[in-house]
């Protein structure tokens, strides 16, 4: 059988340096960056070097590794080619981690990992050194969740830079850290972060299980995962959280939950996810309780607004219009004169106009997204209105519907809610507030059957728990937040020592 045909896997090193040589180019396809350095291992051993470049980091392969390599010294006798390695391992190499391999797909695995590989001729074992060091973004201000007050780091695409943030804020030996690849291609690094003596072990075990199942050839993203360890795909709403704010991931961590790391996103998720968490927002605790519960309010009042603007001025203009006062129905009466489309075709053109202008603003360039904004909401808005196409109480309604869904902290719930939106205009066309309760009713119902994990969704609200509806819609004090929220299923429900101080 020749070499081609047969898998890495199957293969130990050779003692012949020139036919592993041969092998790592074969299956690489002689690929450019793979760089192949010969050298004479303390001036005794014929030996190689196998690294990609671009991955490591050129310092430690200069200084750490070959002028360790290169240098002259007396050297002991061995009896076997193993210990060879071994003594430079120990007393020879000045890298932070070397490790013996023994196939020629850990040769495979550690190049692509950003190791170097050091190969002796005459030895069936070759030497994995840590020498990574590919360019990174640095740690940042987080661009999806600002805040006013609170830290302004955020994660990047490195795993070990995210443990290394979440370490920092958490100094406690039990964050258990666990890390496997997934993706039979990309090989991508996953690491699932949790509090040992705080969280559920079941959430714990079943994240595992969902893990083990994954067998894709590619993980690129944290979005993969997410689809692919919910409880539910058929739903609309987001039962994953996903943050890139390390503040934010260790208070979830510090309540019972787990996060999963995924190396080449600054997105780390989090489980189980409740409906309120999507409310939450880390300057929620780093204000006074009072300011933190009024903000909320707003967000609760927002999150409605968002939902139901459109589809209750539909169902009022159409079906409803003795609710509203005299005056006000002349005025809308009126503005509606020119108006060539009933309420529901005027609302649609318009829901769809700012969807498209939102996602043109996402997608065209910085310099110039501030001047389509402008044009968009301005101009176009207005032009509209002076053109008899839509009426200008409807512009005043799409415009408080979109500001509104831009409160949401988290930007999956606010999608939910535009897709929401859209379904909630179809039925008040059709039935007026019936069709709206309706598809409250039917939506209500869908949440309370959600599950995060094997945790209810609408927790604390569905099934009711007294004592976690202390961080919900209002902020307690912290000195009345001695609990955990035990709606996730913490193991350890104590926060703080009930020690009374005077005051």
């Not at 830079?161 to 496997?180: A, V």
């Not at 006062?325 to 004169?337: C, D, F, H, K």
Request: aromatic share 8%; net charge negative; proline share 5%.
């Amino acid at each position: 059988m020749s070499t081609a045909s047969q898998s890495s896997e199957d293969l130990r090193i050779s003692p012949n340096l020139t036919k592993n040589i041969d092998y790592c180019n074969q299956v690489m396809g002689n690929s450019i960056d793979l760089m192949v350095r010969p050298l004479q291992c303390l001036h005794k051993w014929p030996s190689v070097m196998l690294y990609i470049d671009g991955m490591v980091d050129v310092q430690i392969i200069n200084h750490s590794i070959l002028e360790s390599l290169l240098q002259t010294r007396e050297i002991p006798e061995f009896s076997e080619d193993n210990e060879h390695l071994t003594y430079l391992k120990n007393d020879v190499l000045a890298a932070s981690n070397v490790i013996l391999i023994d196939e020629m797909k850990d040769i495979l695995d550690a190049i692509l990992a950003g190791f170097a590989v050091v190969l002796l001729e005459g030895s069936n074992r070759g030497l994995k050194i840590a020498a990574a060091g590919w360019e990174d973004r640095p740690v940042g201000e987080p661009i999806s969740q600002t805040v006013v007050r609170g830290p302004m780091e955020g994660f990047n695409e490195n795993l070990r830079t995210n443990t290394g943030l979440i370490r920092k804020r958490i100094r406690d030996p039990h964050l258990w850290i666990e890390e496997r690849e997934l993706g039979r291609v990309t090989n991508t690094r996953i690491a699932v972060v949790y509090l040992e003596h705080i969280v559920d072990q079941e959430v714990v075990k079943e994240l595992r299980r969902r893990l083990d199942e994954i067998d894709i050839d590619a993980i690129l993203e944290s979005g993969y995962i997410e689809e692919l360890v919910q409880d539910k795909t058929g739903t609309i709403f987001p039962t994953v959280y996903n943050s890139e704010r390390p503040d934010t991931v260790c208070a979830a961590l510090l309540e019972g939950r787990v996060a999963i790391i995924i190396d080449g996103t600054p997105f780390v998720l989090l489980v189980p996810a409740l409906f309120v968490h999507f409310f939450q927002s880390p300057e929620d605790y780093y204000q006074r309780a009072d300011i933190s519960s009024l903000i909320r309010l707003i967000r609760y009042l927002a999150f409605f607004i968002a939902l139901l603007a459109p589809s209750f001025y539909i169902a009022i203009t159409t079906f409803h219009q003795e609710m509203l006062p005299t005056n006000l129905l002349i005025s809308l009466a009126a503005q509606r004169e020119g108006v060539p489309f009933p309420a529901f075709i005027e609302a649609i053109l318009m829901e769809l106009t700012y969807e498209i202008l939102r996602e043109a603003g996402i997608r065209i360039p910085k310099t110039v997204g501030q001047a389509v904004s402008i044009v968009g909401t301005l101009v176009i808005g207005q032009a509209a209105v002076d053109a008899g196409v839509v009426s200008a109480a409807m512009v005043i309604i799409v415009s408080i519907t979109a500001i509104s869904s831009y409160v949401i902290p988290e930007n999956g719930l606010s999608i939910s809610v535009r897709i929401l939106r859209f379904v909630l205009m179809i039925l008040a066309a059709a039935f007026g507030f019936y069709g709206i309760l309706m598809v409250l009713l039917i939506t209500v119902t869908h949440l309370c059957s959600l599950r995060s994990f094997g945790v209810s969704y609408m927790s604390p609200f569905a099934p009711y728990i007294g004592k976690d509806l202390k961080d919900t819609i209002f902020r307690v004090p912290w000195t009345r937040m001695k609990t955990r929220p035990i709606s996730t299923g913490t193991a350890n429900e104590t926060r703080q020592a009930n020690k009374k101080t005077k005051r």
